[in-house]
């Protein structure tokens, strides 16, 4: 994460002071860095390089126009799941074929939002999402390329919120199931199998449940050439995790490698859903210190950044690494890092060993650019945060901090 930096006894995101940035536009403050984002994504995309493939990020870790403007210009294609974020990819330049549709609740609306655009395939994961896609395809007098999520029915042993690839999960069609979903598809006129997908999950720190999965899927490959299909895509979803804490997930060059060498002969483009490997270590989230307290067993650390913007540690006990902005070299406490809501869940670190702090300085969650704005919300009439990109010297602000009129415009 070297563009997140001490230098001079204080925190620079590449060329900037945090501190300046806090000054200047208030915390909760996410920043984001665009060298990482550029890097993170190179190193991603050319570990693939020997493959065809196309590297569609996953919009939903971190959906700022900003952010998807940058990845396209690098040629980034864009996994949706939803006709807001279809929106997003198109504003920000995205081109059409180069947008993938997962996700188990696509409304017609939505589908035929995705048919106007030209969207490259639907990932379905219902034989009754097929014929309503089928339905408004037909209607419109198109024909939707699609693939079917199948699911693996593989541990990805990660978070059970973030495992997707399991029987018990709601994503995917059961692959014992899947023939008769391809048999259904391809006698229907305004549909066209064209890929088979896969997503088993997020924040995998190995690679042993991709290759599980891979290799299930190219049996199931096998079935459906027999049947005379025309598969051409292979969609192996996002998932790969990244270092919040001591985990030490495959660096993006090892997957490319073991997935080159299972796939590289066959004649299938190769789609990848990186979301959080892009962009998790790309961003902090900077808050202030408002008051420290102790209680007789405890010492508490309230900070005005909360569980409405950053809920990742309420909603499934993650780890965020949290220091100082400045660090002051105060000797070391055990503290749980809380924000003002009125939870006893709204907590960004818990039992956590922190230099002293005190009132007015400032601390850097990192690991924040993925599932962190994205998951904000407004609970307790808290406006979001704002959001800055970092890009050398250049600061932009990728959003406006939320105003109480912003609060109540839909209301009024
Ligand atoms: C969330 C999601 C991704 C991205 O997952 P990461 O773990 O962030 O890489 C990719 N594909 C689908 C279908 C998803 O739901």
Redesign the pocket.
Known sequence: MHHFQQRNGTLFAEGVSVTELAEAHGTPLYVYSAATLKRHFEAFDSAFASMEHLT?Y?V??NSNLHVLRLLASLGAGM?I?SGGELYRALLAGVPAGKIVY??VGKKPAEIRQALEAGILMF?VESTQELLRINEVAKAMGKVAQISF?INPDVDPKTHPY?S?GLKKNK?GLNIDLSLDAYALARDLPAVEPVGI?C?I????TTIEPFMEALDKLLIFYDKLKAMNLDIRYLDL?????INYDEEQPPHPKEFGAALTKVLGKLPLKIIL????????NAGILVTEVLYTKQSPTKSFVIVDAAMNDLVRPSLYGSFHRVEEVTPQGRPAQDVDVVGPICESGDFLAKDRQLPEVRQGERLAVYSAG??GFTMSSNYNSRPRAAEILVDGEQVIVARRRETFESLVAQEL
């Open positions: 569609c996953s939903k870790a996994d799941v997962s996700g990932n999520r973030i997707t994503f997908d997503h999950g997020s924040q995998l979803g996002g998932g790969l995790g859903e990186p979301g959080r490997v892009i962009v998790g993925a599932y």
